[in-house]
């Protein structure tokens, strides 16, 4: 059977792509479904009718890449099969620390377990494929590694142990429980304790544990700031500028030149403030607001203008996409730009002038935005103020802080009046606030935490918070108006399965969750007012909070669960988040009346970007709950024998989470510490049951317990009840 190259269905779409087109994916797997067989390179190209040597080579590779993508599999006679006819399930490991593990397969479905055996030939994050074997005593499906078709670590950072004079390097992160073995002589100066990086030399099989070899010297274990360090390496945050970008960001200056004011919205005159953190360095925002004659407001969102400086496939560009969003750890910021521009030249610095974009909104009585325009502006910060100093001002009415700034005292008494309808509108529309408790951790000289804190949110948070959703909306809508692809900031409804056990919960209480099996925001929002009110109210918002789904970026619009919106984009943050600089070039685009058709990216593009930019968003979210909980422990390592009270915060079969209410710190208690009784776990009702005294434990419970014990390599605190 002979089938050319170009009887592929999809040859124009490669074609597209490359100069010689290669067959596609899709048409290779048929020719190989079709004879049922395996075939070797040659055999295929000789079917699909390729000839010489660069479409051989583009052949090889794509082969490749199918065989590392878990598509094909290649026997020990150099021929490809079809993995999907070979009973085998391709996916991503995932190690516990352990020693099991399973193996997510990329089709979905249920996870593999595999046994501490499975695992000592592969590595967390590796792709391999397996077969199923069986099931085990829990019901689980069982599986066992066939071959590893790509390995996810080269690099792995933790710390140098000797023991009877063999060297190792036990991985900081947990997942990967296989210690990694350093040849002597691969030391290069590291020392017992300190906290290495390795690049792995030889990977690890059934009967040998992998080898590395010692690439750079952290510093010593426990030294001040270490953690920030390991957690940069651990979950691979790109955080050293290329050259070529230093150089551009600092080729800019620090003032607008002239020239670039030109055919702008000119707002220097305008009351335009920025209201932020006490600790913030970069300002993305300032805001201003008008009472007009028919009994509406004018509201002015103006946010640095980033897209003038950054460029699509400049230096500064490439890596800020990489980056995707700036990280703020507790002690530390890692920009997605460069200071240069995130706390210079792009930031909304007080009394400067500042190139920005501007979302000119009209919002009616009822707070609701009635018409909106966008333009190109430059401006000029009135003030750079806090929460702090705005609550003082418009709630408690301080008198000095009120002369102080009376020359913007106006238009913030304005904003405040257009912030309460805005909050009117916000609670009919049925948007869902959860108010939970943030904290942030204060420091000594030494780069100590001194104590843990927590944040007051306050109306001036709130006042901000409306305003930015505001503008974000309208660059939704005019985007969506525009039909131009982008990315939009989508939150999907809660998952059947979550809704059933939440409901479930919410039954033993006497509680209910309406709108059947379609709920919308507004029924959370009612269910979370009816909490507000009860002493189990945080307990109540903790199980609302786990049963909803993650938030991410993409060019499909399907509206905003949690903010009960049909349409949301990010657009008031380009500094710190790659999705806004994307809003912002494609408003600008629009704007500038160029048409949709010359937009540089597609919507293939978009999807793209919008998985890159919510796999960025998730790393930074998990490298600084890392390095919290790391300085957590650490804290906790004086206190080792105090007690204190604390609220259950998670119920698991091995023990109860509990956070202590004076610190904010969780620890666990483990089920084996809970004496004279055995105890079952209950997922639906979150609770554990003694068996014998029927005693009960569950989410929300006020403890007394003691600290017994903090390991700062685990990251674990462990707590016995008083």
């Known amino acids: 059977m002979t089938n050319n190259k170009k009887n592929d269905p999809n040859f124009e779409r490669e074609a597209e792509k490359y100069d010689n087109p290669i067959p596609s994916r899709e048409f290779i797997l048929s020719i190989l479904k079709q004879n049922n067989v395996p075939l070797t390179r040659k055999s295929i190209a000789k079917l699909i009718g390729i000839k010489g040597e660069e479409e051989t080579e583009a052949l090889r590779r794509r082969l490749r890449a199918m065989e590392r993508d878990g598509q094909l599999l290649r026997n020990r006679k150099g021929a490809y099969g079809v993995v999907s006819k070979m009973n085998l399930v391709s996916g991503r490991v995932m190690g516990h620390p352990e020693g099991y593990g399973f193996l997510v397969p990329d089709e979905g479905g249920e996870d593999l377990f595999l046994g501490e055996r499975e695992m000592r030939s592969v590595l967390h994050g590796d792709r391999a494929l397996a077969r199923i074997t069986g099931i085990d005593r829990r019901g689980r499906k069982e599986g066992a590694i066939v071959e590893v ?126 209201i932020d953190g006490e600790d913030a360095r970069d300002f993305d925002d300032a805001v201003c607001a008008e009472r007009l004659d028919n009994g509406n407001w004018r509201l002015w969102v103006a946010i640095a203008d980033v897209s003038h400086y950054v460029q699509p496939g400049d230096p500064l560009d490439l890596d800020a996409g990489d980056r995707g969003t700036s990280v703020y750890f507790p002690s530390q910021v890692i920009p997605m730009l460069p200071e240069a521009l995130s706390n210079g030249l792009c930031s909304l610095n007080p009394e400067v002038d500042r190139l920005c974009m501007v979302c000119e909104m009209e919002i009616n009585q009822d707070g609701k935005t009635e018409s909106y325009r966008f333009h190109e502006g430059v401006m000029f910060s009135k003030a750079r103020l806090t929460y702090d100093k705005v609550a003082a001002m418009l709630v408690d009415n301080d008198p000095a802080l009120r002369e102080q700034y009376q ?66 909306v309208s660059a939704a809508r005019f985007l969506l108006d525009h039909e131009i692809p982008v990315l939009y900031r989508v939150h999907e409804t809660p998952s059947e399965e979550k809704l059933s056990g939440l409901r479930d919960f919410l039954g033993e209480l006497g509680l209910f969750l309406g709108g059947g099996d379609d709920p919308e925001p507004r029924h959370y929002a009612s269910l979370l007012e009816t909490a507000s009110k009860r002493p189990d109210g945080h307990l109540l918002q903790t199980v609302m909070l786990r049963s909803m789904k993650q938030a991410v970026y993409s060019p499909d619009n399907i509206g905003h669960f949690g903010l009960a919106l049909d349409a949301y984009a990010h657009f008031t943050s380009p500094i710190r988040r790659y999705p806004d600089l994307l809003v912002h070039r494609a408003i600008r685009h629009i704007i500038s009346g160029r048409k949709v058709s010359k937009w540089r990216y597609s919507h293939e593009d978009m999807v793209h970007l919008g998985d890159h930019c919510s796999m960025t968003s998730r790393r930074a979210d998990e490298a600084t709950r890392d390095v919290s909980d790391w300085l957590k422990c650490e804290y906790m390592r004086d206190r080792v024998g105090e007690t204190h009270q604390g609220v259950i915060s998670g119920v698991t079969g091995f023990g109860l989470f509990v956070e202590l209410s004076d610190i904010y710190i969780e620890g666990l208690v483990h089920v084996t510490s809970l004496k004279n009784d055995y105890y079952q776990f209950d997922a639906t009702g979150h609770r554990l049951t003694g068996e014998r005294t029927r005693k009960v434990y569950r989410l929300g419970d006020t403890l007394t317990v003691k600290v017994v014990r903090v390991d700062l390599d685990e990251k674990k605190i462990d707590l016995e009840l008083v």
């Open 149 to 274: 078709t790509h390995r996810a670590n080269t690099h792995i950072v933790g710390r140098l142990i000797r023991d009877a004079g063999i060297y190792f390097v036990i991985p900081n992160n947990r997942r990967i429980s296989q210690d990694i073995l350093i040849p002597p002589e691969m030391l290069i100066g590291a020392k017992e304790n300190q906290i290495v990086e390795i690049e792995i030399t030889e990977n690890p099989n059934v009967h040998r544990s992998p080898l590395g070899r010692i690439v750079e010297i952290i510093g010593d274990h426990m030294a001040p700031g270490m953690e920030i360090d390991i957690a940069l390496r651990d979950f691979e945050l790109p955080h050293e500028w290329s050259d070529k970008a230093l150089q551009q960001a600092e080729q800019f200056g620090d003032s607008i030149p002239e020239n670039a004011v030109e055919g702008r919205l000119d707002l220097r005159d305008m009351p335009l403030v920025t």
């Open 407 to 472: 020359h913007v005292l106006p238009t913030l008494e304005t904003m405040y009046g257009l912030f309460k309808a805005m909050q009117k509108a916000r609670d009919q529309r049925g948007a869902i606030d959860f108010e939970m408790t943030e904290t942030q951790f204060l420091f000594d000289e030494n780069r100590k935490i001194r104590s843990i804190q927590p944040r007051e949110r306050n109306d001036a948070h709130r006042l901000i918070e409306e305003f930015m959703i505001a503008a974000n």
